[in-house]
């Protein structure tokens, strides 16, 4: 099988059901932010981070798999056949744990702080903006253009993103930076 099917040369692709939208949709804008976010995690990995730090972003990397999934069906088709597809409230609740976890291990937060810190650390920042904005376009595409548990994994991400890049820095000996 080859890699260019030629089928994407007008400027169009397909959506899971079969529909051909204009890779300008706003579906396809919020499952590209979620393909950038997952590519930013793997440069975060290859940053050698602490083996349980990247445990942890592996996992996470296969999730953005059935996120991107989800936001690629928008008939709701896919989650019934493929289990792997599936977000659930327990992928949420394992993220929740990730994060008191790793706070656990760091000093408290009492200012903003700038990021940056140690490389893994930065990738990891950077990450949780690359999050966020993929939150804000999966908001944007409208009550009920996707399950509500996508919107709930996307923000509890983005705050795991912000402990794990602390915690990797913190680390690293990294000193945060005060705002």
């Not at 080859?2 to 400027?11: A, C, E, L, M």
């Not at 795991?160 to 690293?172: N, P």
């Amino acid at each position: 099988m080859r890699i260019y099917t030629k089928t994407g040369d007008s400027g169009e692709t397909s959506l899971f059901d079969n529909s051909r939208v204009a890779k300008s949709h706003p579906r396809v804008e919020a499952y590209g932010d979620v393909d950038e976010l997952n590519a930013c995690l793997g440069a975060a990995r290859s940053a050698s981070p602490a083996e349980d730090l990247d445990a942890v972003l592996e996992a996470i990397q296969r999730q953005l798999f059935a996120v991107g999934a989800r936001l690629a069906d928008p008939s709701a088709r896919i989650a019934s056949r493929v289990q792997k597809a599936v977000v659930q409230p327990e992928d949420v609740e394992r993220l929740e744990q990730w994060i008191d976890g790793f706070e656990a291990e760091l000093p408290p937060l009492r200012r903003f702080i700038l990021p940056g810190g140690s490389a893994c650390g930065a990738w990891l920042h950077f990450s949780r903006t690359v999050c966020r904005r993929a939150e804000r376009r999966v908001v944007g595409l409208g009550e009920g253009a996707v399950e509500p548990i996508v919107v709930v994994y996307l923000n509890r991400l983005s705050d795991l993103l912000f402990v794990m890049a602390r915690t990797a820095s913190h680390r690293q000996g990294s000193p945060e930076a005060e705002w």
